[in-house]
């Protein structure tokens, strides 16, 4: 199974902005959907941004927003790091969240947030207004 290590998380200004990174154990990108999710205290986590950059002629290549970041979030992958980022900017409080790395396989794609199984431990970040 793949192993997720996120960094990049920390404190940030209202309107300032981050970039997080997630570093995969192996190179898995033609088979695997990534994705960064948020949870804060006493809530579900919450999907923020899909991506997939595979080859597989079944899957096309995509990404996908919630409608809370669409515009000021912007995931990306970097396959020879075996990396995918997660790049926000125009950051507010309630971005305030611990950051979390996920992964599934692409064969039932990779629209459904809930089919991500495999985790990274995450990383905070605190917005202040």
Known sequence: QVQLVESGGGPVQ??????????????????????????????EREGVAII???SLSTYPR???????????????????KNTVYLQMN???PEDSAMYYCAAKGVL????????YSTWGQGTQVTVSS
């Open 62 to 80: 995509n990404t996908q927003y919630a409608d809370s970041v669409k515009g000021r979030f912007t995931i990306s992958q970097d396959r020879a």
């Open 52 to 54: 997939y950059t595979g």
């Open 90 to 92: 125009n950051l507010k």
């Open 14 to 43: 209202d309107g300032g902005s981050l970039i997080l990174s997630c570093e995969a154990s192996e190179n898995t990108y033609d088979t695997t959907c990534m994705a960064w999710f948020r949870q804060v205290p006493e809530k």
């Open 108 to 115: 039932s794609g990779c629209e459904r947030w809930d089919e």
